[in-house]
T-cell receptor, first 115, second 113 residues
């Protein structure tokens, strides 16, 4: 079974631009979560989508948004990029229909650099 | 709110040494606990998990026991290898927080031959 895939793997953008990252979950997984990883803040939860609906949201500004398609693929968008948005963005998929104990499987991440 | 605290690294060990990485947590409700590992340039891999008190998760020689009384989930391995060099993250999912993982800060392990 193929794992979680993320595209692109690397991205360089300029301040003020916007960016869209893509995530394809493991086949059969309906939950997709996004995390931001930075040296200073560590791993922080952005949001989770389940059956095309945002189910949970972390404490990030409205410039960060996402969506999920009917095939469970997900995209996240960051508008008006800031230098502080430079990070590794990780996507994770899970079988979870309800909370608790369902393992989340992570993709390799997209490394975003904002200059 | 929920939080996870891990010992700060880096932890440097010689091959075949015993490893312990401490992890304690604060959570509302009864969380599930996880250890993830991140190798250089890669995403996170689930190493092991435990979902109730006194559960022991184990994988690839690593193990951790869910201790509710001390709110801890320490990672141990009896004999580390150079290939175990990576960053290890302790994490939890709390019943009141949906499917959201809360992570510790990560502990870098370096194993020397």
């Amino acid at each position: 079974k193929a794992g979680v895939t993320q595209t692109p793997r690397y991205l360089i953008k300029t301040r003020g631009q916007q960016v869209t990252l893509s995530c394809s979950p493991i086949s059969g997984h309906r939950s997709v979560s996004w995390y931001q990883q930075t040296p200073g803040q560590g791993l922080q939860f952005l949001f989770e989508y389940f059956s095309e609906t945002q189910r949970n949201k972390g404490n990030f500004p409205g410039r960060f948004s996402g969506r999920q398609f009917s095939n469970s693929r997900s995209e996240m968008n960051v508008s008006t990029l800031e230098l502080g948005d430079s990070a590794l963005y990780l996507c994770a998929s899970s079988l979870a229909a309800t909370e608790l104990s369902y393992e989340q499987y992570f993709g390799p991440g997209t490394r975003l650099t904002v200059t | 709110g929920n939080s996870v605290t891990q010992m700060e690294g880096p932890v440097t060990l010689s091959e075949e040494a015993f490893l312990t990485i401490n992890c304690t947590y604060t959570a509302t409700g009864y969380p599930s606990l996880f250890w993830y590992v991140q190798y250089p340039g890669e995403g996170l891999q689930l190493l092991l998990k435990a979902t109730k008190a006194d559960d022991k998760g184990s994988n690839k020689g690593f193990e951790a026991t869910y201790r509710k009384e001390t709110t801890s989930f320490h990672l141990e391995k009896g004999s580390v290898q150079v290939s175990d060099s990576a960053v290890y993250f302790c994490a939890l999912i709390s019943p009141n927080a949906g499917n959201m993982l809360t992570f510790g800060g990560g502990t870098r392990l370096m194993v020397k031959p």
